[in-house]
């Protein structure tokens, strides 16, 4: 017979291992499968994001921003630094120790929250049935009367640009390289392309960067990605729209890439390639067919509104699911689902769900944009604030960017909030924190703000969306 649970959570992501944490928190006994093996062959826990993904990233765009600081922007401070050079190697390092020390900081919630963790692969079967194939070959297995799906997801590959060694890399590859490459590829300007572009172009690489949309950042409100591209191409990013990769070759000078554009076909040579072209849901051998498991027309596992599959007793969250691709909405579906089944009541506000680009300057946006509210045929008001004005951002010397709000003509209800500058990542959360209590533009006009902060730009941008703002000149009424 085999070991019965309350609740297995099949993934170790922060989708997955934040539900079984939850789970656990709620009296319920808890199982966690998970299979990845890390850098030094060992069982981790964390997913794509703790080991090749949200963090690994988040390390090195840290430190390739101090090391550019250090090397090209201290002057303006007064500060002189002479013979500054990258120790690739040491930054690789540096990051995998961070890795390592959060993965271990999960196995250790685990112990303490009683959750037992299966190690191998897990595959859903019939009846609530999980075997788990460890990595000896041997398959065991388990029931239990919640099922939580949470095996997140994994980079796309293209036809025409096949990985190869260590010059045509995904993400997780771009991660590890310990010399930087003279010329660099990278396909793909979206969110992890920009990031990983910025990473190896600060330590010293020409990075061109193909995207075969026309438009910039199309999920970004355009104000936001166009004043974005403007800064990416000062900073030395060659951005090329509308580009599409037909072929690639790899011999012994580098990669050789045919793409066309609106002006015919090009060639490109470069020492490596990044394909960062998105990410697609980890579904393969997630179940047995005769489980009948239901799939939507994007290949996502298909849930309602509470996260259940058809399924019953079978719930789906994070990149399994519709929504963005995002750590913290996975982490917070698995509180959701935790919670549901323990009986309780929750709710999770998919429209104020935060997005950041962790480049410099950082894009940070929630809610709807302005293109979306024209679609839609909302009326709206706009107030937007620069950095350039903001006293905080100029005695940090980095004036880039603005806030823009948008709220409701008629109710003043805030809409969405955008960011691109210096730490918007922190900032967004004011904009979140207001949307959640459905609250407006002027609750964030008639708040104080200290000063001097960044985020009185946010206060500022407030009063701009009623021609009132205080730094900057007003709209003619």
């Known amino acids: 017979m085999s070991e019965k649970f309350d609740v297995i959570v099949l993934g170790a992501g922060p989708a997955g291992y934040v539900a079984a944490i939850r789970c656990a928190q709620l009296g319920l006994k808890t199982a966690c ?62 990051k ?54 949470a095996t997140g997801s994994k980079s ?39 990031e990983l572009g910025s990473v190896w172009r600060r330590l010293g690489a020409e990075v061109v960067v193909l995207e075969a949309q026309d438009v910039f950042l199309p999920m970004v409100d355009q104000q936001i990605a ?6 990416f191409t000062r900073q030395g990013l060659d951005i090329k729209l509308g580009a599409r990769v037909m072929s690639s070759q790899v011999d012994g000078n580098g990669v050789s890439l045919q793409y066309t554009d609106s002006s015919g076909e090009q060639n490109l040579t470069v020492d490596r390639v990044i394909v960062a072209v998105g990410r697609r849901p980890n579904i393969e051998q997630l179940t047995d067919p005769e489980t009948d498991l239901l799939m939507d027309e994007r ?44 009986g309780q009541h929750s709710h999770l506000n998919y429209d104020a769900i935060p997005s950041v680009i962790y480049t410099h300057p950082e894009i940070s946006w929630v809610g709807k944009t302005e293109e979306q509210l024209k679609e839609a045929g909302r009326e709206y008001k706009s107030g937007v ?44 959360g004011h904009g979140v924190t207001v949307m959640e209590f459905q609250g407006t533009s002027e609750d964030i006009a008639r708040t104080v703000f200290a000063h001097p902060t960044l985020s009185e730009a946010i206060h500022e941008a407030a009063l701009a969306a009623d021609n009132r703002a205080l730094h900057i000149p007003n709209r003619k009424r």
């Open 33 to 94: 499968v998970e299979e990845w093996i890390n850098k030094k062959g060992s069982p981790a826990l964390g997913g794509t994001c703790l080991n090749v993904g949200c963090i690994p990233s988040k390390a090195l765009l840290e430190s390739s921003q101090i090391y550019y600081e250090a090397s090209k922007g201290l002057s303006e401070h007064g500060i002189v630094v002479d013979g500054v050079r990258a120790d690739v190697p040491q930054m690789i390092s540096s």
């Open 96 to 149: 995998d120790k961070i890795v390592e020390e959060l993965t271990g900081g999960i196995e250790h919630l685990f112990r303490a929250n009683n959750i037992t963790w299966l190690k191998g692969t897990g595959k859903l079967m019939p009846e609530r049935q999980i075997a788990v194939q460890d990595s000896d070959g041997n398959t065991s297995a388990y029931s239990a009367e919640n099922i939580i799906l």
């Open 156 to 194: 796309i590959e293209i036809g025409a640009v096949p990985l190869h060694s260590d010059v045509v890399v995904d993400s997780s590859g771009a991660l590890d390289w310990e010399s930087v490459p003279q010329k660099l590829c990278v396909i793909g300007a979206g969110v992890i392309g920009l």
């Open 226 to 231: 166009k004043d974005s591209f403007r800064q």
């Open 299 to 342: 290949g996502l596992v298909h849930v309602n509104d509470a996260c259940e599959t058809n399924l019953p007793g079978v719930w789906a969250i994070g990149d399994l699911v519709r929504g963005p691709m995002l750590a913290h909405k996975g982490s917070e579906e698995g509180v959701a689902v935790a919670e549901r089944i323990a």
């Open 385 to 428: 604030f620069p950095f350039a004005a903001s006293g905080r951002a100029k005695a940090q010397r980095d004036t880039g960017g603005m806030v823009k709000i948008l709220s409701d003509k008629h109710t003043d209800e805030l809409l969405g909030m955008h960011i691109v500058g210096g730490h918007s990542s922190e900032l967004i």
